[in-house]
């Protein structure tokens, strides 16, 4: 098993649209999560981290963590064709940061 | 811009040559991490630096790969006797308590 396992998509929403991505990780141990957006040919940019269980958002964007089932998520509310890009879930044990691979995500106006 | 630098930002070399790149960091960050992203995959976890000690390397990082943090400011990563495996993305993330990527350097072997 992956340590961290993502949908590699494509994942295609209409603009306006609630895009929602999702990883799962192994690694109980796992203390901090992020999500980073990759647009092609750049390197990644860090959107948003969460280290407690629930929800926390920041503009557009919720992150969602559940320890219990290993899961975190990134809701992306009123999608842009500028979101169009690939989503990296990477997660953080004792400065050790595990990637996986990522999901593109396409919004189409 | 993030603020990491790397250079170069493109390398090409033929097998079996040496290559050195080098990341300079935000300056008042003491990590400093060093992966590697082929295409389509996540970036992999290579080494990284508390200031100039180098506190974990991944199983991945052959003994081709060193890398030095001399004075725990800029770092460089050298890969020995390049093989076309090795033609990667190699990114370096300067950190304190968030993680900010460098623009990359593009290796192609020959």
């Known amino acids: 098993q992956k340590e961290v396992e993502q949908n590699s998509g494509p994942l295609s929403v209409p603009e306006g649209a609630i895009a929602s991505l999702n990883c799962t990780y192994s690694?109980?141990?796992?203390?901090?999560f992020f999500w980073y957006r990759q647009y092609s040919g750049k390197s990644p940019e860090l959107i948003m981290f969460?280290?407690?269980?629930g929800d926390k958002e920041d503009g557009r964007f919720t992150a969602q963590l559940n320890k219990a089932s290993q899961y975190v998520s990134l809701l992306i509310r009123d999608s842009q064709p500028s979101d169009s890009a690939t989503y990296l879930c990477?997660?953080?044990?004792?400065?050790?940061?595990?990637f996986g691979a990522g999901t593109r995500l396409t919004v189409k106006p | 811009d993030t603020g990491v630098s790397q250079n170069p930002r493109h390398k090409i070399t033929k097998r079996g040559q040496n290559v050195t790149f080098r990341c300079d960091p935000i300056s008042e960050h003491n990590r400093l991490y060093w992966y590697r992203q082929t295409l389509g995959q996540g970036p992999e976890f290579l080494t990284y630096?508390?200031?100039?000690?180098?506190?974990?390397k991944s199983r991945l990082l052959s003994d081709r790969f060193s890398a030095e943090r001399p004075k725990g400011s800029f770092s460089t990563l050298e890969i020995q006797r390049t093989e076309q495996g090795d033609s990667a993305m190699y990114l370096c993330a300067s950190e304190n308590n968030e993680q900010f990527f460098g623009p990359g350097t593009r290796l192609t072997v020959l």
């Open positions: 690694d109980r141990g796992s203390q901090s």
């Open positions: 990477a997660l953080e044990k004792n400065n050790d940061m595990r």
């Open positions: 630096f508390q200031n100039e000690a180098q506190l974990e």
């Open positions: 969460i280290y407690s269980n």
